[in-house]
C-alpha cells in the first residue's frame, strides 16, 4: 500500500506524531477539529495496514504496532533476528534488521547513520554520540520499545 508522504492527512498525521494536539492542527490548517480526527483515523488504519502488508512481504513476524508512532517491532523469520519497520518522513517507509554491522567499511555508513539521526528527531529521541550505527540503532530502537 502507498504512503501519500506529501498528502495533507499525513501531514497532520506527522504532526499528531510529533506532539500537537488535534485542536492546533486545526487552527493550523483551519479547519474542524472533527475532519483532523477523521484524517488521523484514517492515516492511522493506512499505516497500520501499509506497516502490515511490509511485514508480510519481508517475513516478519510482527511482535508489537503503534500506528499512531508509525512502528511496527517483530521478527525475520529468514534472518532470525529482530526487526523494525518505521515510517520516517523524510526517508519513507523503512525497514532495519537488528545485526553486528562491519560499519567502518559499508558503503551505505553515511545512509545509515543520517537515516538513524533524522528519525530520532523526528521522534524527538535523545542519543549518545556515537559513529557506529549498529550501536545507535541498538539505542534508538530500544527507545522506541519504550514508546510501544
Same mark, same amino acid.
Request: proline share 3%.
Given at each position: ?9 499525513? $501531514?497532520?498525521?506527522? /504532526? ?9 492542527? +486545526?487552527?493550523? #490548517?483551519?479547519?474542524? @477539529? ?33 500506528? $499512531?508512532?508509525?512502528? /511496527? ?9 529482530? +526487526?523494525?519497520? #518505521?515510517?520516517?518522513? @523524510? ?58
Amino acid at each position: 500500500m502507498f504512503l501519500p508522504l506529501n498528502d495533507k492527512q499525513f $501531514e497532520f498525521w506527522k /504532526l499528531k506524531r510529533s506532539g500537537i494536539l488535534s485542536i492546533n492542527i +486545526a487552527r493550523l #490548517f483551519d479547519i474542524s @477539529k472533527q475532519a483532523v480526527s477523521r484524517a488521523l483515523i484514517n492515516m492511522d488504519e493506512r499505516i497500520e495496514k501499509t506497516l502490515m502488508e511490509m511485514a508480510h512481504s519481508n517475513q516478519i513476524e510482527v511482535e508489537s504496532v503503534n500506528p $499512531e508512532r508509525g512502528i /511496527l517491532f517483530g521478527h525475520s523469520v529468514p534472518f532470525n533476528a529482530s +526487526a523494525i519497520i #518505521f515510517v520516517s518522513a @523524510k526517508h519513507g517507509m523503512q525497514v532495519w534488521y537488528e545485526h553486528e554491522g562491519n560499519c567502518g567499511t559499508c558503503t551505505r555508513y553515511t545512509q545509515c547513520i543520517e537515516l538513524l539521526w533524522d528519525f530520532a528527531d523526528e521522534m524527538k529521541i535523545k542519543l549518545e554520540k556515537t559513529d557506529d550505527p549498529t550501536k545507535l540503532a541498538d539505542e534508538l530502537f530500544e527507545k522506541l520499545r519504550g514508546l510501544t
